[in-house]
């Protein structure tokens, strides 16, 4: 499935869409630890990235990321099914791993959520395990809290899996790993507060004529109708939807062990996906993301249902097996219900190379010695190139080039702006001296829709897709981020949890209490 799926991507290249942007090689600076004005809603992601392009090509990693996660999360549900069957597995597979949340995901850039999505059965198997369960559950968990929203999918799916009685691990367990995002979050001097008009921006939306909860129980309904496939609108997915979902239900009978807790937890997953669309939903939310800091989390709601993806997966399989009907067969059904999957979704998807203007200027601001950070124009965070074919995609900038890289974190949802949270971005809308603001350079992107500006700028670099320009004048330094003591700790504390749990699975069982014991004698 993973190559039916990713095969035309698999060449050299970058696929650049919505927020997946990677380059061929991420820098390491204060904003990938969430050390920077914004806050850090990619954190510890683009410190990973950091890490693993300064060994390996940016466009190798980001192959590497799509298919291991196209490919684990459909294994973890063939081994998380209670069946001695391969064909009963084989369907638990393909259900988990043929899905409109894995397809809208994809398309819309979201690869952290791809990762969490695949290591949701794995965790629920490391929290049920009987034998070094503090470290599988830590490698488990480990590639899903590279963001805030992953960290939170598996460490409520630990916590529900593991039970009452497991919680004094898997509560710790999330708390440290998680730390690196939570710790720059509550110490972030913005607050962690977002704007209450995002909920309903971000709202789940009706993929057909059954409407968004029917879309929700489908795992689909993102709120973004240019990323959704053609085939969500068909007339029958509601109907089949129903079907799939009345036959898990059936199957998930004869879940035991964690299969009740579980299917409970996906309920929610629904619940809470759907509540912007249900009476006074909006408004409890929109409160709650004004008011409470990281509140944000709950915008873009849809991603929720996660959570009900494996219970479906699972049930279905479990049904079909006991209807005694050829499982094989009924394997193929999430393919024929969404075949515009295959094919990096028929075609939407391209690998594209980066014009040769992008490395020219990060060369130039690597070996030039004058401070400052970066802000790019048109001031817009997303893009529109034709080097790209002219596909929606996140300014590269940020991840691109050697310094901090300021872009508008304002968003345009269907013509709505939604406020970003970055005061740096809100002072330079409000006309602020760059320089003041710790602003040493400006990059024109060329071949993108918005306005520019460069009135008063030295011109440094001049090329067919990017101009560099020098701001006059002393430049300060940034901004304060949070303090960094603190978000270094958590950061060492969480790594070494991890480089703890790797060493313990890879020993024989025992081997640390043995050479501890030899040690003391």
Not at 6 to 12: E, I, Q, V
Not at 80 to 86: A, F, G, H, I, R
Not at 137 to 155: H, Q, R
Request: charged share 15%; net charge neutral.
């Amino acid at each position: 499935m993973a190559l039916v799926v990713l095969a035309p991507l698999l060449g050299r290249g970058f696929v650049l869409t919505y927020d997946m942007v990677f380059a061929p090689r991420q820098y390491l600076l204060p904003d990938s630890f969430g050390l920077g004005s914004a806050l850090p809603r990619s954190v510890p992601a683009d410190a990973v990235i950091g890490f693993a392009t300064t060994l390996v090509p940016g466009d190798l990693v980001q192959q590497a990321i799509l298919l291991a996660a196209l490919i684990l999360g459909p294994l973890g549900a063939a081994k998380v099914v209670p069946t001695e069957s391969v064909a009963t597995r084989v369907v638990a597979a393909v259900a988990y791993g043929w899905t409109a949340y894995l397809a809208e995901r994809l398309l819309i850039g979201h690869w952290p959520y791809l990762v969490a999505y695949a290591t949701l059965p794995w965790i629920v198997l490391a929290a049920r395990s009987e034998t070094k369960t503090l470290a599988k559950l830590v490698v488990a968990c480990a590639p899903a809290v590279l963001t805030p929203s992953g960290g939170i999918l598996a460490s409520v799916t630990a916590m529900v899996a593991g039970g009452p009685r497991r919680l004094k691990l898997t509560i710790p367990v999330a708390v440290v790993l998680n730390a690196p995002w939570w710790v720059p979050s509550v110490l972030h001097p913005g607050g962690g507060l977002s704007a209450a008009d995002g909920v309903t921006a971000f709202a789940a939306r009706a993929e057909s004529w059954g409407g968004p909860v029917m879309s929700l129980l489908g795992l689909g309904g993102i709120w973004n109708a240019e990323v959704t496939p053609a085939s969500r609108a068909n007339p029958l997915v509601p109907i089949l939807t129903l079907a799939t979902v009345a036959i898990a239900l059936f199957g998930l009978q004869r879940w035991g062990g964690p299969g009740r807790a579980l299917t409970l937890l996906g309920a929610f997953g629904v619940l809470v996906a759907a509540l912007p669309t249900l009476p006074g939903g909006a408004e409890l939310l929109g409160w709650t993301v004004q008011h409470i800091p990281g509140g944000g989390l709950l915008r873009d709601s849809q991603k929720w249902v996660a959570w009900w993806a494996l219970p479906m997966a699972i049930g279905f399989a479990l049904a079909i097996e006991k209807a005694g009907r050829k499982a094989l067969i009924a394997a193929v059904l999430p393919i024929a219900i969404m075949p515009d999957f295959a094919g990096a979704a028929w075609g939407q998807l391209h690998a594209v190379d980066y014009p040769a203007d992008w490395q020219h200027v990060s060369d130039i601001l690597t070996d030039d010695p004058r401070p400052g950070d970066v802000v790019t124009q048109p001031f817009s965070a997303f893009r529109r190139f034709s080097w790209n074919d002219d596909r929606t995609q996140l300014d590269p900038a940020p991840r691109f080039l050697p310094r901090p890289t300021v872009i508008d974190d304002t968003l345009l949802v269907d013509g709505q702006p939604i406020a970003g949270e970055d005061p740096r971005a809100l002072a330079i809308r409000n006309g602020a001296d760059l320089g003041e603001l710790g602003i040493g350079w400006v990059l024109v992107e060329h071949g993108t829709p918005g306005r520019t500006d460069t009135e008063g700028l030295k011109k440094v670099y001049d090329g067919e897709w990017l101009t560099l320009y020098r701001v006059p004048g002393p430049v300060d330094t940034g901004p304060d981020g949070p303090p960094r003591p603190p978000v270094v700790v958590a950061d060492l504390v969480a790594l070494a949890m991890i480089l703890f749990s790797l060493l313990w699975l890879a020993l024989p069982a025992g081997s640390l209490t043995t050479l501890h014991r030899r040690h003391r004698e």
